[in-house]
């Protein structure tokens, strides 16, 4: 599943100066944004590790911490809506690209596959190696 998102995330240095309640409606955006681009499609939750490639295209670039941590907004956004399980990396195999773009052009497309190499799980055994159970 591809996709595209019109905006891009704030880089973590930004983030990590919000308020607590502008983070919360940050997170709320991206849910919003995310659920928007997937249109009619609403995947079930993912019992196996998933691949996912952020490409941000953005007018500045960001350093390779900057662009992983940005990113993050993006994989809880997708937690909360089922896309993937969970962002630990016995779920989540995760890269993030970044292409120059014009500042009127910037956008984000999120790349969702399975991983390959695939560990299934069963729910319970998700939830036991996350700590939920």
Known sequence: MI??????PPSINKILRMHWTDKRDL???????I???????????????????VT????????KDNAYGACKVIFD??????????????????????EKSTRA???TVIEISKASTIPEYSF???LKI????
């Not at 997170?27 to 944004?33: F, H, M």
């Not at 909360?80 to 970044?98: H, N, P, S």
Request: charged share 30%; net charge negative; glycine share 6%.
């Open 3 to 8: 996709l595209t998102i019109p905006a891009v």
């Open 27 to 33: 997170l709320s955006l991206w849910i919003l944004e």
């Open 35 to 53: 659920r928007g681009a997937m249109g009619d499609k609403v995947p079930p939750v993912p019992q196996c590790k998933m691949r996912v490639v």
């Open 56 to 63: 941000i295209h953005n007018s500045r670039a960001y350093d």
């Open 77 to 98: 956004a997708m937690k909360i809506l089922g896309l993937i399980f969970d962002d630990r990396d016995q779920f989540l195999e995760a890269e993030v690209k970044q």
């Open 105 to 107: 052009e910037r956008h």
């Open 124 to 126: 319970d055994e998700a």
């Open 130 to 133: 996350i700590g939920a159970i």
